[in-house]
């Protein structure tokens, strides 16, 4: 792969806070159970994708000071589009004075890895810059009155710009992508309805996707667990993530975790993540990065990148 650099990196968040103590007041739960079984203390809730993806986007842009018009591909990652159809991409190519093509990835919440993925394809073909972006407002699909969905999902966004530098070592390392299509009913949202989801088979499931796939991701860049600086999962469910560290034997100071204060925001969690990670001093120039998302269809995917500023 041609060598790169992420130049810029933002998040974004609603402002409105929804405590678990909130959620008390109309589910049968309790703050004990909620943070027990998924790690989530608040998350937050409103904007539209669309909003979110500016905000985090505009971060990115400024944080590397890099001028809007030299962006050459804007990729959007998200399940929950402003409409159906045109895609939310133009209308945010639109908002942030770009001058280039723009599309939208739906692989829920394992978009991320896959829009990462197209980013680095459209820089081998010459392209110089992509910004990419994963946002998602999953409380506008989620059903206030369901337990099992209620006190998971959110809303956020974060992006990255990634900049080619032939002569850099940085950049995609590993790329591993799945789906298991006949496992779709397992969690699913139809055209104007809420989620519905399968707890424990999507648990089973994602377990099982996710090692496999970051195990694959390992051996194509013949690597170790151990030689990872900093894996930052798709935050869903501390569960689910504290299993893939055990199976893996990962450190728990190399796992990325913001789960906690931001609920699952499916798309926009890794990118999220990295940010988070990224602003807080943890990433050093020649890291080993390993993104890894899981998400309805069922799909998943690995990327592999080293970092280089």
Same mark, same amino acid.
């Given at each position: 792969?041609?060598?790169?650099?992420?130049?810029?990196?933002?998040?974004?968040?609603?402002?409105?806070?929804?405590?678990?103590?909130?959620?008390?007041?109309?589910?049968?739960?309790?703050?004990?159970?909620?943070?027990?079984?998924?790690?989530?203390?608040?998350?937050?809730?409103?904007?539209? @994708?669309?909003?979110?993806?500016?905000?985090?986007?505009?971060?990115?842009?400024?944080?590397?000071?890099?001028?809007?018009?030299?962006?050459?591909?804007?990729?959007?990652?998200?399940?929950?589009?402003?409409?159906?159809?045109?895609?939310?991409?133009?209308?945010?190519?639109?908002?942030?004075?770009?001058?280039?093509? !723009?599309?939208?990835?739906?692989?829920?919440?394992?978009? =991320?890895?896959?829009?990462?993925?197209?980013?680095?394809?459209?820089?081998?073909? #010459?392209?110089?810059?992509?910004?990419?972006?994963?946002?998602?407002?999953?409380?506008?699909?989620?059903?206030?009155?369901?337990?099992?969905?209620?006190?998971? =999902?959110?809303?956020?966004? #974060?992006?990255?710009?990634? %900049?080619?530098?032939?002569?850099?070592?940085?950049?995609?390392?590993?790329?591993?992508?799945? @789906? %298991?299509?006949?496992?779709?009913?397992?969690?699913?949202?139809?055209?104007?309805?809420?989620?519905?989801?399968?707890?424990?088979?999507?648990?089973?499931? !994602?377990?099982?996707?996710?090692? #496999?796939?970051?195990?694959?991701?390992? !051996?194509?860049?013949?690597?170790?667990?151990?030689?990872?600086?900093?894996?930052?999962?798709?935050?869903?469910?501390?569960?689910?993530?504290?299993?893939?560290?055990?199976?893996?034997?990962?450190?728990?100071?190399?796992?990325?975790?913001?789960?906690?204060? @931001?609920?699952?925001?499916?798309?926009?969690?890794?990118?999220?993540?990295?940010?988070?990670?990224?602003?807080?001093?943890?990433?050093?120039?020649?890291?080993?990065?390993? =993104?890894?998302?899981?998400?309805?269809?069922?799909?998943?995917?690995?990327?592999?990148?080293?970092?280089?500023?």
């Amino acid at each position: 792969m041609i060598g790169s650099a992420i130049i810029g990196w933002g998040g974004a968040l609603p402002d409105r806070v929804v405590t678990n103590h909130d959620l008390e007041q109309t589910l049968d739960t309790s703050d004990q159970w909620i943070t027990e079984r998924t790690g989530i203390r608040e998350r937050r809730i409103g904007g539209s @994708t669309t909003s979110l993806a500016h905000e985090a986007a505009s971060r990115a842009l400024e944080a590397g000071a890099i001028d809007p018009e030299s962006i050459d591909l804007l990729v959007l990652a998200t399940c929950t589009p402003d409409q159906i159809m045109p895609a939310s991409a133009p209308t945010l190519q639109d908002r942030l004075g770009l001058r280039c093509g !723009a599309f939208d990835v739906n692989a829920a919440c394992s978009g =991320f890895v896959y829009a990462l993925g197209s980013a680095y394809g459209f820089l081998e073909t #010459g392209m110089d810059r992509v910004l990419v972006v994963g946002s998602d407002t999953m409380s506008a699909i989620t059903d206030w009155d369901d337990r099992g969905t209620a006190v998971l =999902f959110a809303d956020g966004a #974060g992006a990255l710009v990634l %900049e080619r530098r032939p002569d850099s070592d940085g950049g995609l390392q590993a790329l591993d992508l799945g @789906t %298991e299509g006949a496992s779709r009913d397992i969690l699913y949202t139809d055209h104007g309805g809420k989620i519905v989801m399968k707890g424990h088979e999507v648990f089973k499931q !994602a377990v099982r996707a996710v090692v #496999g796939s970051v195990e694959a991701a390992l !051996a194509q860049a013949s690597l170790q667990a151990g030689d990872i600086a900093l894996v930052i999962p798709h935050q869903a469910n501390d569960r689910i993530v504290d299993a893939v560290a055990a199976r893996m034997g990962l450190d728990h100071l190399q796992v990325v975790t913001i789960l906690d204060r @931001t609920g699952n925001t499916s798309a926009g969690s890794i990118p999220m993540a990295f940010a988070h990670a990224a602003d807080s001093g943890r990433l050093s120039p020649g890291d080993l990065v390993l =993104f890894a998302g899981f998400g309805a269809g069922m799909s998943w995917g690995t990327a592999i990148v080293r970092y280089q500023p």
